[in-house]
Structures are given as C-alpha cells and as structure tokens.
C-alpha cells in the first residue's frame, strides 16, 4: 500500500524567512498530490495540488514541485507571515493517504 | 449551501457502547472518507468508499466499519468503543478521480 512520509515534523521560521516542506511516496502509481492546512482546532483546507504530469506549480506564495522519478513532492512557503503558522499535511493518492503532518511557527 | 457535516461533534462514551458517527454531504460527490487524528498526530484513513454501494479498508480499520447504501451518507460505526479509539474523526468527500477533499467540522470522541 501507499506510504507518504513527510519532513520536517515540526519547523520554526522568522517572518519573511522561505519554508519547505518535503514528502516523499511509494506508490509509483499516484497521480494527485494535494497539500492541505490546518489551523489550530479547525478542519483541513486545500492549499494547493499538483498533478504527476506536471512538475512544478504556484500559487501567489505558495509553489508545489513534484519529482516523479525520485517519488518526492515539496511545498514552499516565501515572505511567510505570521497567519501562515499551522499544521500542514502532504498526501498522496490513491485512497490518499496523508504524510504524519508539518508543525510550522511562524515568528514576527 | 451546507457542504458536509458531521454529528455529534463531541460525544464521551463508556466503554463496550456502541457508537455511530454521522456524515452527510450535499455535493453529490462519489468518494467519501473517514480519518481519524490524534492528537499531536497526522490523519490516518479509517475506511473509504469510491461510489454507493462499495466500501473500502483504509491504514487503520480494525474496530471500525462503514455503510454506503447512498450518494450522500456514510456513517462509521464502533461496535464495541475501546479507549484506544479516543480521537478526533474527521469525514471528508471529494469528486471521483483527482479532486480536492473537503472535511466536516470533525467528531471529538472520548472513550473512557
């Protein structure tokens, strides 16, 4: 079955310092990886996604790159601000199954 | 638009009670999710169903089992609640194929 492991567990940036999260899967078969945010006490949201055929995606701040060939997918997080602490969860499909999440502080 | 909710939100429960988690979505989506977080920890799937009428086993579903007898329900089901199961369950749905997921409130459940 699929395994998603995912690093840092947790990780401390001042604001405006990058931040990169980095997963990695097993199943060669999985064509999705999303990336998802949670806030303290709240239900994960969709940040951002990528598909397998394609290698590199952005999203104002936010940038999702996907090597294929090595299985490993990474989010980066530039000019982080404050609101950008929270916990952060990589997946992968099939049956997405989720990375053991990324603990991020952001401080001022 | 209610999107996907789940009941209760919180529920303490004794030992050897069985218990029912609800989750009904208004999106019409074919895939439906159980996870389960504990605390401190990442989301592990329970169980999944791809379409009505099939369920599927996730990372951890031992103690746990589904139904989707329609589009829009998919309770989970303890049949004999043990502490170990105290967690936070989160339901979620999404279209079939490659689609994002969407999450209920979750269900905070105790077992003592």
């Known amino acids: 079955g699929e395994n998603v492991e995912q690093h840092p567990s947790t990780l401390s940036v001042q604001e405006g310092d990058s931040a990169v999260i980095k997963c990695t899967y097993s199943d060669s078969a999985s064509n999705y990886f999303p990336w998802y945010k949670q806030e303290l006490g709240k239900r994960p949201q969709l940040i951002i996604d990528?598909?397998?055929?394609?290698g590199e995606k952005k999203d104002q701040r936010i940038a999702v790159t996907l090597n294929k060939t090595a299985k490993h997918f990474s989010l980066h997080i530039t000019e982080t601000q404050p609101e950008d602490s929270a916990v952060y969860f990589c997946a992968a499909k099939n049956k997405l199954i989720f990375g053991a999440g990324t603990r991020l502080a952001v401080h001022p | 638009i209610a999107g996907i909710t789940q009941a209760p939100t919180s529920q303490i429960l004794a030992a050897g009670r069985r218990m029912t988690l609800r989750c009904t979505q208004d999106m019409r989506h074919n895939a439906m999710y159980w996870y389960r977080q504990d605390l401190g920890l990442g989301l592990r799937l329970i169980h999944y169903s791809n379409t009505a009428g099939t369920t599927g086993k996730g990372e951890v579903p031992d103690g746990y089992s589904v139904s989707r007898a329609n589009t829009d329900d998919f309770p989970l089901t303890l049949a004999s609640a043990v502490p170990s199961q105290t967690s936070v369950y989160f339901c979620?749905?999404?279209?079939?194929?490659?689609?994002?997921?969407?999450f209920g409130e979750g269900s905070r459940l105790t077992v003592l």
């Open positions: 979620a749905s999404s279209d079939s194929g490659l689609g994002e997921l969407f």
């Open positions: 990528i598909r397998s055929n394609v």
